[in-house]
């Protein structure tokens, strides 16, 4: 069974950093890709960065240069860097994990609050 499982939000002041992990779980073989989405309050869920099985990366432009997405050396873990932290980053982050380019499953998400 094929389980995906975020961890590593928290509160954290403006300017600061966090690391997300994101482990797929009950896999055999590479995936086509994963992808970080958020979703803030009375907002809708929204792309965030996302890493492909040759490790080409994206980013939503609102997170380029203070959040880097990348892949452990197992290669079924994906991490999510967030650097400079700011108040509209605060959301529910949630992975998902990309079998092929039509079928995916979401974990359930992990808390990153930016506050003072």
């Known amino acids: 069974q094929v389980q995906v499982v975020e961890s590593g939000g928290g509160l954290v002041q403006p300017g600061g950093s966090l690391k997300l992990s994101c482990t797929v779980s009950?896999?055999?073989?590479?995936?086509?890709?994963m992808g970080w989405y958020r979703q803030a309050p009375g907002k809708e869920r929204e792309l965030v960065a996302s890493?492909?099985?040759?490790?080409?990366?994206d980013y939503a432009d609102s997170v380029k240069d203070r959040f880097t997405i990348s892949r452990a050396n197992r290669k079924n873990v994906v991490y999510l860097q967030m650097n400079n932290l700011k108040h509209e980053d605060t959301a529910v982050y949630f992975c998902?994990?990309?079998?092929?380019?039509?079928?995916?499953?979401w974990g359930q998400g992990t808390q990153v609050t930016v506050s003072s």
């Open positions: 998902r994990f990309f079998r092929t380019a039509t079928s995916s499953m």
């Open positions: 009950g896999i055999t073989s590479n995936f086509y890709a």
């Open positions: 890493i492909h099985s040759g490790a080409g990366t």
